[in-house]
């Protein structure tokens, strides 16, 4: 990740560039796959979208009770910060796979979920670059770097359930690799998310193999 050097200032909030790149990149992602791939397929984006912001901005009473506690109206200003990230984050996608074992999931709506996990955290990526300071050739390695993952992606995410599992793999490591020569090195939290992103990835995969081998009997 690209260090944080560019904050904006919204009346009295003080906001961090990640924290806004984070909302256009799900923003853009959400339009993206809508015209795409249409409403009805692309329901689970918007349903894991809307549940991580709100778990995310009300995490802040279990990561700062006593703070809520005497400042009440402190709820309205702030979130959960990191620890409340990985919360919403993890709840959203742990949704996501429960909503997708309850009422299955076709082969287009795995591909479309892949290019939104890439699309999303690429997106994320390139803001970042636009909005904060580094190296130019950092900024350019993750250009990039992402720019290949999400047009590789888009072109294979329906060719096979094989492809779609090396894309997986693939997104992971092109981000380690990203990571390695960002500034913050591979102890960074967008890693991480695209380490959930890929776990969740395979988990629908499971699932969808299990679906069809079901179908099939």
Not at 45 to 65: Q, R
Not at 81 to 98: D, H, Q
Not at 152 to 178: C, D, E, G, P, Y
Request: neutral net charge; proline residues 2%.
């Amino acid at each position: 990740m690209l260090p944080v050097t560019d904050w904006f200032i919204i009346k009295s909030l003080t906001i961090p560039s990640s924290w806004i790149a984070i909302l256009l990149a799900l923003f853009i992602t959400g339009i993206v796959l809508r015209m795409k791939f249409g409403k009805d397929t692309v329901d689970w984006f918007s349903d894991a979208a809307i549940l991580f912001l709100i778990v995310w901005k009300f995490s802040v009473v279990f990561t700062d009770f006593d703070m809520i506690v005497k400042y009440p109206l402190g709820i309205l200003y702030f979130n959960g910060g990191e620890t409340g990230f990985y919360i919403a984050l993890v709840i959203a996608l742990s949704r996501l796979v429960w909503q997708i074992r309850s009422r299955g999931l076709s082969e287009r709506e795995f591909g479309a979920m892949l290019i939104g996990f890439v699309l999303l955290q690429s997106l994320y990526q390139f803001l970042m670059v636009i909005m904060n300071e580094a190296e130019i050739w950092q900024k350019l390695i993750t250009i990039v770097i992402f720019t290949g993952m999400t047009t590789l992606t888009w072109k294979k995410a329906f060719a096979s359930n094989v492809w779609r599992l090396q894309l997986l793999t693939l997104f992971l490591f092109t981000h380690i690799l990203a990571a390695v020569l960002q500034p913050e090195g591979v102890f960074q939290s967008p890693l991480m998310v695209t380490v959930l992103f890929v776990i969740c990835g395979f988990t629908v995969s499971i699932l969808l193999n299990k679906q069809q081998m079901e179908e099939n009997k």
